[in-house]
């Protein structure tokens, strides 16, 4: 089992760059798909970027439109979310996931996720 804690966020102004962390936990960190996954108030949570376990393949989502670039340190444990040109709409709580499987990260049924950390883009 892998233990997962994001931190990072804040409170940002729109235009503003943030970076968000994924330290984990656990003896499995480095055979499996990382992914950031983000939930707004009032709507569903919905996928944002995956990284395989060797950092060879990354996968956004369409809305991320190259604002956001996913990393993973394993010799850290380690996985990161960079962010610039912050909107209002990414105002959101954001989560670190993990699974073997790409399809259960694709699914939104990842089998770890952290606890999440808010982040908040004023206008």
Do not use: H
């Not at 330290?23 to 970027?49: H, K, L, V």
């Amino acid at each position: 089992q892998v233990q997962l804690v994001e931190s990072g966020g804040g409170l940002v102004q729109a235009g503003d760059s943030l970076r968000l962390s994924c330290a984990a936990s656990g003896r499995t960190f480095d055979n499996g798909f990382m992914a950031w996954f983000r939930q707004a108030p009032g709507r569903e949570r919905e996928f944002i970027a995956t990284i395989s376990w060797n950092s060879n393949s990354t996968f956004y989502a369409d809305f991320v439109k190259g604002r956001f670039t996913i990393s993973r340190d394993n010799a850290k444990n380690a996985m990161y979310l960079q962010m610039k040109s912050l909107k209002p709409e990414d105002t959101a709580v954001y989560y670190c996931a993990r699974d073997t499987l790409f399809r259960a990260i694709m699914t939104g049924k990842p089998n770890n996720w952290g606890q999440g950390t808010q982040v908040t883009v004023s206008s």
